[in-house]
DNA sequence: TGCGTTTTTCTTGTCGACAAATAAAATACA
DNA sequence: TGTATTTTATTTGTCGACAAGAAAAACGCA
């Protein structure tokens, strides 16, 4: 019995306590698993992941540093509320995004990108077979994140990113109470994006990115019309 | 005699201590009085604020969350280099949020906005005129972070804020050697850029934005096309 | 002298504790 | 009973100290 549960605990290699936490964290705020609004307790992560405050702080101070939570000055930090009010100045940028990114894709790819482009769009198709919704979700930004790597501009990745973790929160809101028709069109479109970057074919890579994004926040958009009660929730 | 020197020191705001130090350490790289890769030790900073290493800590997980330093796990931290290899990614990034803000604000902006942006307009000017360099790339990064406020799209802004920080330091190499000619023309263009929001034209500010934003790329290239050696320093 | 190994040194990552700041609860007073 | 004020409680911000990791220095051996 070389390591016992009770006095031996602290074995966890050195750095790796905030990537962990910031990680973990960072998923359950976009899966909403921790709601907009929910308060975020330091001693309370502490106790939970058997560690100090330090670490738990820092990994705050960088998911507060993409605008996933919010801190008040000596008073509670809480997870960030979704601007329903200014949702068009989040899609102007998506769209633009799925533009630049599909665009510069076609253009500055090399041959291993697509291998992982196409895994990705595996993993998303599997998931609309699976009716799984989560992983969905998350396959679905992991595949437009892998375009806009091979397109090679980390300023471009870097905002695009952000504004897929965004957009994983308002899907799950919408997967909530609709898990039906906008998936397989969508494993679709992604085989025709796919093609154009392969094809390098910069117009149609644009066209397509830019009528994929397109599409995807006319139906969040109708559904939002619709249910306007989904955000008194948050 | 209510505060000597010597035992009632830690007289400082409670939540203060990191902003400053994040502010200070900001402007330092930024300005390149730290250049790239110039070494961040902790005590050090630690002693020179005369605090404690958790909040200078703080202050820089949130520098490295914005790409101005890099830290190698248990080991160094120092200030990120300029990746001159890729200058054009950075410059794509450049000319397309020149575009998109200054568009942005021909619709979006309102009265009070213009006066902001007119009185970085004036401090810009007015640094020109006294042919002070540094105080000419920070103004012209606040008129043009002004424009992109007005414009009201945060995604947008924070982007176009982290490329105006990166263009500060090139900017700053380039103000090294040379100090004449291409401000008083970007004085004029400011101005006109200033007229086409104003007037809420639209498609006058996209052109105009993206031809400043393309003159100064030209500029810049031109320079460190010219003079190769320069990146050495680095 | 050249090279592998051990020791030292220096920096970071983590911890537990304390103090300030604020909100909530309790109390006093009209 | 309602309001102002004091007290308590909770949570954050900061501190000093210690230990792990990695590079540099010292050392030993051929």
């Known amino acids: 019995m070389a390591d016992t549960d009770t006095n031996s605990t602290p074995e966890r290699k050195r750095g790796s306590g905030v990537k962990m936490v910031y990680d973990l964290l960072r998923d359950e705020i976009l899966d909403l698993v921790l709601p907009p609004g929910s308060p975020i307790d330091e001693v309370q992560l502490a106790e939970r992941f058997k560690m100090s405050r330090t670490p738990i702080r820092e990994a705050l101070v960088r998911l507060a540093g993409e605008g996933l939570i919010e801190t008040l000055p000596n008073r509670s930090t809480m997870v960030s509320n979704i601007d329903f009010l200014n949702l068009n100045t989040f899609f102007d940028a998506l769209v633009l995004m799925y533009r630049v990114t599909t665009r510069l894709a076609a253009r500055n790819h090399r041959p291993e990108d697509l291998a992982v482009i196409r895994g990705f769009h595996e993993d998303y198709a599997a998931a609309v077979n699976a009716r799984d919704a989560l992983r969905m979700i998350s396959t679905n930004a992991a595949f437009h994140a892998a375009i806009a790597e ?44 796919i093609a154009a970057i392969e094809a390098r074919d910069i117009e149609a890579a644009d066209r397509l990115g830019k009528a994929h994004a397109e599409q995807i926040v006319a139906q969040v958009q109708k559904l939002f019309s619709r249910d306007v009660g989904i955000d008194i929730a948050l």
Request: glycine share 4%; proline share 5%.
């Open 150 to 193: 091979a397109g090679r501009n980390p300023y471009f990745t870097s905002l695009f990113r952000r504004l897929l973790d965004e957009g994983r929160r308002i899907l799950r809101l919408y997967y909530r109470s609709y898990d039906e028709q906008f998936p397989q069109r969508f494993v679709d479109e992604h085989a025709e994006i």
